[in-house]
Antibody, heavy 121, light 107 residues
Framework: EVQLVESGGGLVQPGGSLRLSCAAS????????MSWVRQAPGKGLEWVSH????????YYADSVKGRFTISRDNAENSLYLQMNSLRADDTAVYYC??????????????WGQGALVTVSP | EIVMTQSPATLSVSPGERATLSCRAS??????LAWYQQKPGQAPRLLIY???TRATGIPARFSGSGSGTEFSLTISSLQSEDFAVYYC?????????FGGGTKVEIK
């Protein structure tokens, strides 16, 4: 069974940093692209970042480019999101998500339970 | 970036009735569209991909159609568990983008 478990969320002051982790199990993590998707309180879904299976191809939403860094450790079956220079509008539940098919279109069939990040003084 | 626009924002429907949700892309995305259902406090759940292919375990009352820029999700006979927020997502081009959502509520 595919499982994605996020951790590392919490309360941080504006301008601060936080690192989210996503522990993956139940599939061959090293073969799968992964993404982070976030949802501000009461708002819709926003794709944040993507990383290829090897980590060589990375994309970011413009809203986080230059502030967030996605990475992965295939030996540890883990996905990360380093968030720097956090702003109030980064407050959201952050989901890690896996596509339906490895190496295919970014159709998210598997989601974690989410990690809440709150940016506030 | 491709902007996805969903309508209506809220749809009030009685159980057993049919619901049709719309999603429009700002440019052609071929058939590269997915629909998700989200209930309060839960992660999104994939319903439809490729515009019209139901994901594993999704009941036949959910159907999707469309191509290019106009898409729709139809729930043929609403069940109590179908009242939720629905999102469309294009995966034709980076950045991936979602629509703003349609809330299906009980009338």
């Amino acid at each position: 069974e595919v499982q994605l478990v996020e951790s590392g969320g919490g309360l941080v002051q504006p301008g601060g940093s936080l690192r989210l982790s996503c522990a993956a199990s139940g599939f061959t993590f090293s073969s799968c692209e992964m993404s982070w998707v976030r949802q501000a309180p009461g708002k819709g879904l926003e794709w944040v970042s993507h990383i290829s299976s090897s980590g060589t191809t990375i994309y970011y939403a413009d809203s986080v480019k230059g502030r967030f860094t996605i990475s992965r450790d295939n030996a540890e079956n883990s996905l990360y999101l380093q968030m720097n220079s956090l702003r109030a509008d980064d407050t959201a539940v952050y989901y890690c998500a896996r596509p339906l098919y490895s190496g295919g279109y970014q159709i998210f069939n598997y989601w974690g339970q989410g990690a809440l990040v709150t940016v506030s003084p | 970036e491709i902007v996805m626009t969903q309508s209506p924002a809220t749809l009030s429907v009685s159980p057993g009735e049919r619901a049709t949700l719309s999603c429009r892309a700002s440019q052609s995305i071929s058939g590269n569209l997915a629909w998700y259902q989200q209930k309060p406090g839960q992660a999104p759940r994939l319903l439809i991909y490729g515009s019209s292919t139901r994901a594993t375990g999704i009941p036949a009352r959910f159907s999707g159609s469309g191509s290019g820029t106009e898409f729709s999700l139809t729930i043929s006979s609403l069940q109590s568990e179908d009242f939720a927020v629905y999102y469309c997502q294009q995966y034709n081009k980076w950045p991936l983008t979602f629509g703003g959502g349609t809330k299906v509520e009980i009338k």
